[in-house]
């Protein structure tokens, strides 16, 4: 099982891959930061739910599921 820290490397990975100033940056660079900056998946879960504006919120969300499904 990865950690939050290896999640968040995958996330930089993405988010370092997708164009400047698209959702998709944006929603990587967010799970990147949470995953980076909390104690665990739950956390990291509830945390992005809080997201704004709704697009971003709801891409984060899929990488993340997607993410920590993988691990």
């Keep these: 099982m990865r950690d939050?820290?290896?999640l968040a490397a995958s996330a930089q990975k993405l988010?370092?891959?997708?164009?400047t100033g698209s959702i998709d940056r944006a929603a990587a660079s967010s799970?990147?930061?949470t995953l980076a900056?909390?104690?665990?998946?739950?956390?990291a879960r509830e945390t992005?739910?809080?997201?704004?504006p709704e697009e971003v919120r709801e891409a984060?969300?899929?990488l993340f599921d997607r993410l920590s499904a993988d691990s």
Aim: glycine share 8%.
């Design 48 to 52: 992005l739910g809080g997201l704004s």
């Design 15 to 19: 988010a370092d891959a997708a164009p």
């Design 31 to 33: 799970v990147a930061i």
């Design 37 to 43: 900056t909390t104690r665990d998946i739950d956390q």
């Design 4 to 6: 939050n820290l290896d």
């Design 60 to 62: 984060a969300l899929q």
